[in-house]
Structure formats: structure tokens, C-alpha cells
T-cell receptor, first 114, second 114 residues
């Protein structure tokens, strides 16, 4: 099992450009998440999908959109990138219906917006 | 509300012990502990559920005091491999385990020197 995979690993964008970050999991998990991590800020939730067909805002959703394409895939889109969106983005998945389950993280995407 | 972790950073010599605390302003259902090494994804260590249980993972253990709304991570006889940033993620008790979301602290940087 590959677990949670993310593409791309690195990306440089100019202000105003758009891009989509891809995430896929092969653990048959129901729930998927997108976080951003900035120095000294910890992990902050952008959007999440509790189950296929649903998406909800997290703590910092402004400037982002998401799509739960199917049970395996959850993408994050930046429509018009801004320097404030320079960050490391992590996707995670979880089988939240299981007792004592937690979240498993992908390797991250490092994004620089110039 | 983001849980508060203390200390923010700690430096140890190999073999020394450390305690990392995670406090919340609201009642908790579960606390999840992760370790992240520089440039890598967070890795799950353990989960503690409402009920005040204590768990262990090799020489790393944790406790959860729901009355005090806090959890502590205990690292004994530290090894060089323990170096990294430790995060707690909390789930509020109001959801009864169906919230699907975790709120992460800002992290504690642990450095173990030879």
C-alpha cells in the first residue's frame, strides 16, 4: 500500500496563477483532509471531506476550493495564488467511523508563490 | 480553539527524559499525538480517548486527564531518533467522536543531542 500520495512535491507559482494539488489514498478511508503548515503555526485545516460526496470548510478556507472526486481522491485548487499561500500543504485521510482511528498524512507539497 | 502545547522547545542529552503538555480550553473526546521530522510528514504516535487512559509506545507514553482537559506525552531515556516536532491534535467532546476533525497545537520542538 502506498498510503496517502500527493502531487506535485514542489511547485513555484507567480501571483495570480492557478493550480490544483492532487491527493489520493489507497486505504479505503472515508474521510480526507487538506492542511497547510506554516512556521510556528502548526497544522491548520483548510477543507475536509467527511465522506464521499461531502465537503466542509475548515479553519482557513479562503482562497481555496476542493473537490472530492471519488472515495480515493481529494483535490485542492488555488484559483488565483497569492504570496500568503506560500506554505507546505498536507493531505490526510482517516477511517473516522472506526473506533480509535486517527489521520494518516501524505508527504506534502511545498508551494512557493512569487 | 487551538490547544496550547508546552514547552515550545526542549533540548535533551541522550538518555534524559522529557514531558510535553497539551492543554485545551474545552472538553475533549480524544487526543492524538504525532511526531514530525524536518521536511517530512507527521507520523502518528498514539491516540487517547475520553476516559483518562494512559498508553505506551516503546519508551514513549501518554496520559489524558479529561477533567483538566489536558494530555501529556512522556519520553523516557531519550534517543537521537526522538528528535523532531511533536504535535497534539484534539477532538472536542461535543461531537462524541463524530466530529471528523482534529485541531492541532503549534508543536514542541524536541532536540536530542549525543
Amino acid at each position: 500500500n502506498a498510503g496517502v500520495t500527493q502531487t506535485p512535491k514542489f511547485q513555484v507559482l507567480k501571483t495570480g496563477q492557478s493550480m490544483t494539488l492532487q491527493c489520493a489514498q489507497d486505504m479505503n478511508h472515508n474521510s480526507m483532509y487538506w492542511y497547510r503548515q506554516d512556521p510556528g503555526m502548526g497544522l491548520r485545516l483548510i477543507y475536509y471531506s467527511a465522506s464521499e460526496g461531502t465537503t466542509d470548510k475548515g479553519e482557513v478556507p479562503n482562497g481555496y476550493n476542493v473537490s472530492r472526486l471519488n472515495k480515493r481522491e481529494f483535490s485542492l485548487r488555488l484559483e488565483s495564488a497569492a504570496p500568503s499561500q506560500t506554505s507546505v500543504y498536507f493531505c490526510a485521510s482517516s477511517d473516522w467511523t472506526a473506533i480509535k482511528e486517527t489521520q494518516y498524512f501524505g508527504p506534502g507539497t511545498r508551494l512557493l508563490v512569487l | 480553539q487551538q490547544p496550547v502545547q508546552s514547552p515550545q522547545a526542549v533540548i535533551l542529552r541522550e538518555g534524559e527524559d522529557a514531558v510535553i503538555n497539551c492543554s485545551s480550553s474545552k472538553a475533549l473526546y480524544s487526543v492524538h499525538w504525532y511526531r514530525q521530522k524536518h521536511g517530512e510528514a507527521p507520523v502518528f504516535l498514539m491516540i487517547l480517548l475520553k476516559g483518562g487512559e494512559q498508553k505506551g509506545h516503546e519508551k514513549i507514553s501518554a496520559s489524558f486527564n479529561e477533567k483538566k482537559q489536558q494530555s501529556s506525552l512522556y519520553l523516557t531515556a531519550s534517543q537521537l531518533s526522538y528528535s523532531g516536532t511533536y504535535f497534539c491534535g484534539t477532538e472536542g467532546a461535543e461531537s462524541g467522536g463524530s466530529n471528523y476533525k482534529l485541531t492541532f497545537g503549534k508543536g514542541t520542538l524536541l532536540t536530542v543531542n549525543p
